[in-house]
């Protein structure tokens, strides 16, 4: 019988005090935040914002066979061979027309004019937030499908404009969201297709742009509504905290996490601080 991976889960009262330096770091630059979809996922009930929600979405749509159900990649990938492309598009964009409005966390981070910022999942909150501020810009991973060009990623300003990647140097915040977004241009990475080639080359880093290789160098990560319960998810967080600080930190609730989770916070090295999600935002609100 296989045993589940040992992890030390700090004490309450420690895992606050260590986030309050994590809050007070994040607040100089040295930490990143990398955002999952749960911590959005309260803002809009009809957003599908996790992985299993976006699988149940797509079943109400298209009739699935048994083995595409209740996973949201190989869901994508059967309507993309079985209708088109463009019906994935249109479900995509339809699983995100209504807004997910920035939390106070969102809001928080986009006033810090942080290097960095990972978001991890295909709403627009971030980009809401950073709106009210200046000097930011974002930069999309995309699929190749039907592009014919080799490009992993697209750059755009502020107002949703699509521009050079020389631009981005000059940004004090890059807002990073590898799997796509809604917003400006409806860019999704979400069928097995899409995930191929980036899968296949990730390991040698060619499909992370170079500006985010710059600005995580040094830096630590936080991980914040962040699930690792998937090997695609598990995969992309592996590979954008390489080649970064050894010291991560995770927002966690040990209750829920998989043996796999288990086993990936161990192998990476991941701090997980057990503290409910409305209570570390209130920390790293008041940092």
Same mark, same amino acid.
């Given at each position: 019988?296989?045993?589940?991976?040992q992890i030390d889960f700090?004490?309450?009262?420690?895992?606050?005090?260590?986030?309050?330096?994590?809050?007070?770091?994040?607040?100089?630059? $040295?930490?990143?935040?990398?955002?999952?979809?749960?911590?959005?996922?309260?803002?809009?009930?009809?957003?599908?914002?996790?992985?299993?929600?976006?699988?149940?979405?797509?079943?109400?749509?298209?009739?699935?066979?048994?083995?595409?159900?209740?996973?949201?990649?190989?869901?994508?990938?059967?309507?993309?061979?079985?209708?088109?492309?463009?019906?994935?598009?249109?479900?995509?964009?339809?699983?995100?027309?209504?807004?997910?409005?920035?939390?106070?966390?969102?809001?928080?981070?986009?006033?810090? $004019?942080?290097? #960095?910022?990972?978001?991890?999942?295909?709403? $627009?909150?971030?980009?809401?937030? #950073?709106?009210?501020?200046?000097?930011?810009?974002?930069?999309?991973?995309?699929?190749?499908?039907?592009?014919?060009?080799?490009?992993?990623?697209?750059?755009?300003?502020?107002?949703?404009?699509?521009?050079?990647?020389?631009?981005?140097?000059?940004?004090?915040?890059?807002?990073?969201?590898?799997?796509?977004?809604?917003?400006?241009?409806?860019?999704?990475?979400? $069928?097995?297709?899409?995930y191929v080639e980036v899968?296949?080359?990730?390991?040698?880093?060619?499909?992370?742009?170079?500006?985010?290789?710059?600005?995580?160098?040094?830096?630590?990560?936080?991980?914040?509504?962040?699930?690792?319960?998937?090997?695609?998810?598990?995969?992309?967080?592996?590979?954008?905290?390489?080649?970064?600080?050894?010291?991560?930190?995770?927002?966690?609730?040990p209750g829920v996490l998989?043996?796999?989770?288990?086993?990936?916070?161990?192998?990476?090295?991941?701090?997980?601080?057990?503290?409910?999600?409305?209570?570390?935002?209130?920390?790293?609100?008041?940092?």
């Amino acid at each position: 019988m296989k045993t589940l991976p040992q992890i030390d889960f700090v004490d309450a009262a420690d895992a606050e005090a260590i986030l309050t330096d994590v809050a007070n770091r994040l607040r100089s630059g $040295s930490i990143v935040p990398y955002l999952g979809p749960g911590l959005a996922g309260s803002s809009n009930p009809d957003a599908p914002m996790n992985p299993e929600t976006l699988a149940a979405f797509f079943a109400t749509k298209v009739a699935l066979p048994r083995r595409a159900k209740c996973n949201v990649w190989a869901s994508a990938q059967y309507i993309e061979s079985n209708k088109h492309r463009s019906t994935v598009t249109a479900l995509m964009v339809q699983a995100f027309a209504a807004p997910v409005e920035p939390m106070p966390l969102h809001h928080h981070l986009a006033a810090l $004019s942080l290097p #960095l910022i990972v978001d991890a999942w295909y709403d $627009s909150a971030m980009r809401t937030a #950073l709106c009210k501020h200046e000097g930011w810009g974002e930069v999309q991973g995309i699929t190749r499908a039907g592009i014919c060009e080799e490009r992993w990623y697209r750059f755009y300003n502020a107002e949703g404009r699509e521009i050079d990647r020389a631009a981005a140097q000059s940004w004090t915040t890059v807002l990073y969201k590898p799997h796509g977004s809604v917003l400006p241009a409806r860019n999704f990475l979400i $069928s097995d297709a899409d995930y191929v080639e980036v899968l296949t080359e990730i390991d040698i880093q060619a499909p992370i742009p170079d500006v985010v290789k710059e600005r995580r160098s040094g830096r630590s990560f936080l991980f914040i509504g962040c699930r690792f319960n998937d090997q695609l998810l598990r995969t992309y967080a592996r590979q954008l905290i390489k080649r970064s600080s050894g010291v991560h930190y995770t927002i966690v609730e040990p209750g829920v996490l998989s043996r796999n989770e288990l086993r990936f916070l161990v192998e990476q090295g991941l701090t997980p601080l057990a503290i409910p999600l409305p209570r570390a935002t209130a920390i790293l609100l008041a940092a």
